[in-house]
């Protein structure tokens, strides 16, 4: 018997996770947090499973709202094998440590603030895992290849293949056998873009039974006025025109490092100023360190650069905050510089402290790089709204707001529509996951106006699967 259950990212773009049984066995494809209002709440809920029965998890990629959970699952008695690539398998401890070390930080604010206002929070004052909860997954994670079968049972094995979102992600393939014959089911994970600097090309294929697909921008395409490069350029120079600071929440996971990429190449030829820039994110700093050693895992042109002796995330001014302290310097300085910082939905982390200084300043430019999930405070002050909370305390929107789109790592509608394309004929079924609820169903009304059989499951929603 072949059935799925989806536990996540339905109908909003956090806490991917699904339930494969197969074979007789009982597989997780990734266990994500969840960042978004209003389904916070489902991070401090039981799985709706037996965690202990599950036999093993495959990890598409590192992020949090494909990993962020598994510590909880390992806590709720999950002791099977992780499966992912070598480089998320070396970036999952420092993702999830820095997670763990933030929900301790976050409880104890937390716990001070209710007792100061004498009332009780709606969870209990205590972190969703803690740095020991992390430690206790670090000796499951086994590491796959690309293109290399991995056995997980009689009759079901695994491939991982290149999804191209951020270094080291990837698709899963799963053979099962069922009733005499090979089932061949896709996970796509998340798909990024084609002919991006440093990672790769996401894989495509020409055959599958059934496809489990994201659709965060399944309605529409990266759009920006001028090439990424150029328009970011273009801000840097009209803010530091206008002396204001140009802040860029940024995830710390490939949009850091794409972010310095890009900011190295226009100061060394000399298009923006040399001014002062700060990544301040011990995460970011630590994660541009796998980068650097392993540049095998990138794109050609990240490659040719460090065989010509330079180093493609560094550049005269750049200067990578480890310390609280010198965080808060930053605030003090005169004049114009570049600063990113996490988180980059805005939800935690010291990108909250720099919009505090500077989102009442119209001199100043928020940039955003990355997607902004609803519910957000990221989300909010990209929607304009007139004056946001940070920290209990409201402040008024006066700074300049940009975005640009070709920042992000994941696939526009054209090259989700065109990845689907290379099956020579369409799967029995494609589900169409990690989207908001109205960009998932009109990606899917208009691929059912093209004879696929696709459908939008709702949260918790169950299938066996029957093929022909």
């Known amino acids: 018997m072949l059935n799925i259950r989806f536990l996540g990212a339905n109908h909003q773009v956090t806490g991917s996770c699904y339930l494969l049984e197969a074979a007789g066995r009982s597989l997780l494809v990734d266990c994500g947090l969840y960042q978004e209002r209003p389904y916070l709440e489902r991070n401090w809920d039981p799985f709706p499973f037996a965690a202990e029965q599950m036999d093993a998890l495959l990890l598409t990629h590192a992020h949090l709202d494909h990993s962020g959970l598994i510590p909880k699952l390992a806590r709720e008695g999950f002791q099977g094998r992780i499966l992912t690539t070598a480089v998320s398998a070396e970036l999952l401890p420092i993702i999830l440590k820095d997670a763990a070390h933030l929900q301790e930080e976050d409880a104890a604010y937390k716990k001070k603030r209710h007792q100061k206002e004498g009332r009780q929070g709606p969870h209990p004052e205590a972190p969703l895992y803690t740095g020991a909860d992390v430690e206790k997954i670090l000796p499951l994670i086994e590491t796959a290849a690309y293109g290399k079968i991995v056995p997980l049972a009689p009759s079901l094995s695994a491939v991982f293949h290149d999804a191209g979102h951020i270094l080291g992600s990837s698709m899963i393939e799963v053979l099962a056998g069922e009733n005499g014959k090979t089932v061949r089911i896709i996970f796509s994970g998340d798909m990024g873009q084609w002919n991006k600097p440093l990672v790769r ?6 055959a599958a039974d059934i496809v489990v697909m994201e659709s965060t921008y399944g309605d529409r395409d990266h759009r920006d006025p001028m090439d990424t490069e150029t328009l970011l350029a273009k801000i840097i120079n009209e803010t530091v025109g206008a002396g204001g600071n140009i802040v860029i929440p940024t995830f710390a996971l490939d949009r850091a490092q794409e972010l310095l990429y890009h900011l190295s190449r226009l100061i060394r030829t000399n298009r923006i100023p040399r001014l002062m ?3 301040d994110s011990p995460m970011a700093a630590e994660i541009t360190g796998v980068f650097e050693r392993h540049p095998e895992f990138l794109d050609e042109e990240a490659v040719e650069l460090f065989r010509s002796g330079q180093n493609p995330f560094r550049f005269p001014g750049l200067k990578m905050i480890r310390s609280s302290e010198e965080s808060r310097a930053i605030n003090r300085i005169k004049g114009s510089c570049i600063i990113l910082a996490g988180s980059g939905m805005c939800t935690g982390g010291r990108i909250k402290h720099h919009l505090v200084q500077n989102i009442s300043r119209a001199e100043s430019t928020i940039l955003f790089v990355g997607y902004q999930a609803r519910g957000t405070l990221g989300r909010q ?4 709204a007139a004056e946001v909370r940070i920290f209990g305390r409201l402040f008024p929107v006066r700074a300049r707001l940009e975005e640009i789109h070709g920042f992000s790592a994941h696939a526009g509608q054209t090259a989700l529509h065109d990845w689907l ?18 960009v998932s169903r009109g990606f899917a009304e208009r691929l059912q106006k093209e004879g696929w059989n696709v459908h939008v499951p709702d949260y918790g929603e169950q299938w066996e699967l029957k093929l022909s």
């Open 421 to 438: 394309g290379h099956f020579r004929q369409h799967p029995s079924y494609l589900f169409l996951t990690h989207g908001e609820r109205e």
């Open 381 to 384: 002050i990209l929607d304009r």
């Open 277 to 279: 820039s700060f990544l």
């Open 201 to 206: 090309d996401p894989s495509v294929f020409d």
